[in-house]
């Protein structure tokens, strides 16, 4: 009998393990979150909610480690009004699959669902103003919900978007929706400040909430805290181009480029580009930002946020949130970089990059200067070199930047 029960144990262990390897997480978490939201229809593959928002799932990672599941799920929702997706990976865990799939869901309702649900009917908004390059803009901010794990007797919450409710109007432009996502977490001595505006991470703005992360022990445990905030724009979008025009238009010029050797060539080039995108502003842009974006993500140098704008004696200081045509073109070079492309053709067109030739002046100079010196300082490397910004200018009298 006791031989009988101890094969049963090891038959049911054999079955579970099976079972919790062949979990579907995507359709778990989709069939949870619907029934959270109530009002959703789950439908190949994604819920449809009310007012044109769908939220799609992507598994991360799943792992056990000491007896507990680990979960990464990222959620993706999409509205016509977007001009990016809102991508929010969340990290959860339990004791089963359905323990980390619940948390997954908690997780996510409370941070990102709760702010867009108040901003479709419009419950307990926060006005702020923008002001951005002699533009005006008038937005709803929605941000009551926080997310803390780890939090043990630190008392209540603090409203994280208030540390640096000051700089963000200088991060907000013309869309008619900004997200925020704000991540801090803690344990010992390491540290994650990490912000976002529509996905792009934001340096200057993490480091605001370095005393405020200093001020709490996790010694003994792991603490996090996240706060989402949605941005609605009053006004409706009056931007006089979209942004396929803008991706197509850098494709051209990420393989136009590598075949420029020449002046006359470069000219011929741009003459098609603006052809191509029917706006000389939006091509002057494109050609503009195109291999110094390429610089920064394939040499992985230090930038700060900003742009400046060039203008006759002048220096106008702005963020690069705050230009759509930025992260247009960074999301086609991220593409472009996917896709493995031949070292020398990215070598070609980051030669055009001003950051990159400055950069490779000081870095030779500084190495050269320390062979003099016969100095056994280790050689300096483009990541430890910071540049605050992108400069630029475009020459056309009716440049308004969007």
């Given at each position: 009998?006791?031989?009988?029960?101890?094969?049963?144990?090891?038959?049911?262990?054999?079955?579970?393990?099976?079972?919790?390897?062949?979990?579907?997480?995507?359709t778990?978490v989709?069939?949870?979150?619907?029934?959270?939201?109530?009002?959703g229809n789950l439908?190949?593959g994604c819920?449809?909610?009310?007012?044109?928002?769908?939220?799609?799932?992507k598994?991360?990672?799943?792992?056990e480690?000491d007896?507990?599941?680990i979960?990464?799920?990222?959620?993706?929702?999409?509205?016509?009004?977007?001009?990016?997706?809102l991508?929010?990976p969340?990290?959860?865990?339990?004791?089963?699959?359905?323990?980390?799939?619940?948390?997954s869901?908690?997780?996510?309702?409370a941070?990102?669902?709760?702010?867009?649900?108040?901003?479709m009917?419009?419950?307990?908004?926060i006005?702020?103003?923008?002001?951005?390059l002699?533009?005006?803009?008038?937005?709803?901010?929605?941000?009551?919900?926080?997310?803390?794990?780890?939090?043990?007797d630190?008392?209540?919450p603090?409203?994280?978007?208030?540390?640096?409710?000051?700089?963000?109007p200088k991060?907000l432009?013309?869309?008619?929706?900004?997200?925020?996502?704000?991540?801090?977490?803690?344990?010992k001595?390491?540290?994650i400040m990490?912000?976002?505006?529509?996905?792009s991470?934001?340096?200057e703005?993490?480091?605001?909430?370095?005393?405020?992360?200093?001020?709490?022990?996790?010694?003994?445990?792991f603490?996090?805290?996240k706060?989402?905030?949605?941005?609605?724009?009053?006004?409706?979008?009056?931007?006089?181009?979209?942004?396929?025009?803008?991706?197509?238009?850098?494709?051209f010029v990420?393989?136009?480029l590598?075949?420029?050797?020449?002046?006359?060539?470069y000219?011929k080039m741009?003459?098609?580009l603006?052809?191509?995108?029917?706006n000389k502003?939006?091509?002057a842009e494109i050609r503009i930002?195109?291999?110094?974006?390429?610089?920064?993500l394939?040499l992985?140098y230090q930038?700060?946020d900003?742009?400046f704008?060039?203008?006759?004696?002048?220096?106008?200081?702005?963020?690069?949130?705050?230009?759509?045509?930025?992260?247009?073109?960074?999301?086609?070079i991220?593409e472009?970089l996917?896709?493995?492309?031949p070292?020398?053709?990215?070598q070609?067109?980051?030669?055009?990059?001003?950051?990159?030739?400055?950069?490779?002046?000081?870095l030779?100079?500084?190495?050269?200067?320390?062979?003099?010196?016969?100095?056994?300082?280790?050689?300096?490397?483009?990541?430890d070199?910071?540049?605050?910004?992108?400069?630029y200018?475009?020459?056309a009298?009716?440049y308004k930047?969007?």
């Amino acid at each position: 009998m006791a031989l009988f029960k101890k094969k049963n144990q090891t038959e049911e262990k054999k079955n579970s393990t099976v079972s919790e390897k062949d979990f579907d997480y995507k359709t778990a978490v989709l069939q949870a979150l619907n029934k959270k939201l109530e009002k959703g229809n789950l439908y190949d593959g994604c819920i449809i909610m009310p007012r044109g928002f769908t939220i799609d799932v992507k598994v991360g990672r799943n792992e056990e480690k000491d007896g507990v599941k680990i979960l990464q799920i990222v959620y993706i929702v999409n509205h016509d009004d977007f001009d990016e997706e809102l991508i929010d990976p969340v990290d959860s865990q339990g004791k089963s699959c359905e323990d980390a799939v619940k948390m997954s869901v908690d997780i996510f309702y409370a941070s990102v669902w709760h702010p867009l649900d108040q901003s479709m009917f419009k419950k307990n908004p926060i006005a702020l103003s923008v002001n951005y390059l002699n533009q005006h803009y008038d937005y709803d901010m929605y941000a009551q919900s926080i997310v803390r794990i780890g939090a043990g007797d630190k008392g209540q919450p603090t409203a994280l978007w208030t540390i640096i409710k000051n700089e963000i109007p200088k991060y907000l432009g013309s869309k008619k929706y900004y997200w925020l996502r704000i991540y801090l977490a803690k344990h010992k001595d390491r540290e994650i400040m990490e912000v976002r505006m529509n996905g792009s991470v934001c340096n200057e703005l993490g480091r605001l909430f370095k005393p405020y992360l200093d001020s709490i022990s996790a010694d003994e445990t792991f603490f996090c805290e996240k706060q989402c905030a949605i941005f609605v724009n009053r006004k409706d979008d009056e931007c006089p181009f979209k942004k396929d025009i803008v991706k197509e238009g850098a494709r051209f010029v990420l393989e136009r480029l590598v075949n420029v050797n020449s002046r006359e060539d470069y000219l011929k080039m741009s003459d098609e580009l603006d052809e191509l995108t029917g706006n000389k502003n939006v091509a002057a842009e494109i050609r503009i930002f195109v291999p110094e974006i390429l610089a920064k993500l394939t040499l992985g140098y230090q930038e700060g946020d900003s742009l400046f704008l060039l203008e006759d004696d002048s220096r106008i200081e702005f963020k690069k949130t705050q230009l759509r045509s930025y992260f247009y073109i960074q999301q086609t070079i991220l593409e472009y970089l996917s896709s493995r492309p031949p070292q020398e053709s990215v070598q070609k067109v980051v030669m055009g990059s001003v950051a990159y030739r400055e950069m490779r002046n000081i870095l030779q100079k500084a190495n050269e200067k320390a062979q003099e010196e016969g100095s056994n300082a280790p050689q300096i490397a483009p990541k430890d070199l910071y540049v605050p910004g992108t400069a630029y200018k475009i020459s056309a009298p009716d440049y308004k930047p969007w």
